[in-house]
């Protein structure tokens, strides 16, 4: 199956960038190159791109898409390495940094990646292909544990019931396919809860995010790509879901948060400034966007300069 990827909120983030024809910018889930391929065409032949992909699939085609592509790199790395991929490419700092959270269209559609609850095939949805998959976890976590991962990551009501049931499935046979788990959540839940919907949403989300450990390695991840960034440069995130936008608002407004004294001192005694300002808020898809791409509904893109 060929990665095509249709990027969200294409125009606005690589507006939210404000590429310079001179300048160095990482596309950190350059996925089938959407956004990276809009940064190439606004850059000058002094201008460098590093397109940054966890899978191994999406790098393979980065790598054939930017062949041509004199300043343009292609890595196959997780986006919490970015200071190491900076460093291993000889750059000290760049002008801008996307990042485009959540899974890909071609994850989605690719039935033996296992992320979606709509076709039957191995339980994975490692986007790496490598490590522990959604199989292990389901085979292997208490649950204790799975019912925390899919109450947290996936705000599912009836997590209890799910893990409660998915452990006693496991015990009469192994849960390998993604069919199996659905009919074990769906199973779990009553019937009112099935008609907004599909029932395994939630706990299909939960566990990609836990095996990809997506929130977990996302606050750190946020931090050293805003260190790597020269004075003037922007971090633009696109989020897809509460949990993870919160991270973004809540780390933005951290780098752009100046006194700390408390609010009866007459005077900042503490000295800290700002280090950064919000230059896009909350953008959301536009309608025409959403009707064209029904994926990109929840999508909403944040960014932040560095000053």
């Given at each position: ?101 959540g899974v ?12 979606s609850f ?33 109450r947290s ?155």
């Amino acid at each position: 199956m060929e990665f095509v990827h249709k990027s969200v909120l294409l125009n606005e983030a690589v507006e939210a960038l404000t590429v310079k024809k001179d300048g160095i910018y990482v596309d950190v889930t350059a996925g089938g190159g959407g956004h990276s391929s809009n940064i190439l065409k606004k850059l000058g032949g002094t201008g460098r791109l590093v397109a940054v992909d966890r899978d191994p699939d999406a790098a393979a085609v980065l790598t054939k898409r930017f062949e041509s592509e004199k300043n343009a790199t292609v890595v196959n790395d997780v986006f919490d390495n970015i200071k190491n991929i900076l460093s291993r490419n000889n750059i000290e700092g760049v002008d801008g940094i996307l990042a485009d959270l959540g899974v890909s269209s071609y994850q989605l559609d690719s039935a033996e990646r296992g992320f979606s609850f709509h076709k039957d095939a191995p339980l994975d949805m490692r986007m790496s292909k490598s490590g522990y998959s959604a199989a292990d976890a389901v085979n292997n976590l208490s649950e204790e544990q799975l019912r925390e991962i899919i109450r947290s990551y996936g705000e599912e009501k009836y997590a209890g019931s799910i893990a409660r049931n998915i452990v006693k499935e496991r015990e009469k046979k192994k849960i390998e396919t993604t069919f199996e788990l659905c009919d074990i959540i769906s199973a779990s839940m009553p019937a009112k809860a099935k008609r907004d919907g599909h029932p395994a949403r939630r706990t299909f989300q939960a566990l990609r995010i836990y095996v990809n450990r997506e929130l977990e390695m996302l606050p750190g991840a946020l931090r050293d790509m805003f260190d790597c960034l020269n004075s003037g440069g922007v971090l633009a995130v696109i989020t897809f879901h509460s949990l993870e936008d919160r991270i973004v608002k809540n780390t933005f407004a951290e780098f752009c948060r100046g006194c700390i004294c408390p609010p009866e001192f007459p005077v900042c005694v503490c000295g800290k400034k700002p280090k950064g300002e919000i230059t896009v808020r909350s953008k959301q898809p536009s309608e025409e966007e959403i009707q064209e791409n029904p994926r990109s509904r929840s999508a909403r893109l944040r960014a932040v300069r560095k000053l």
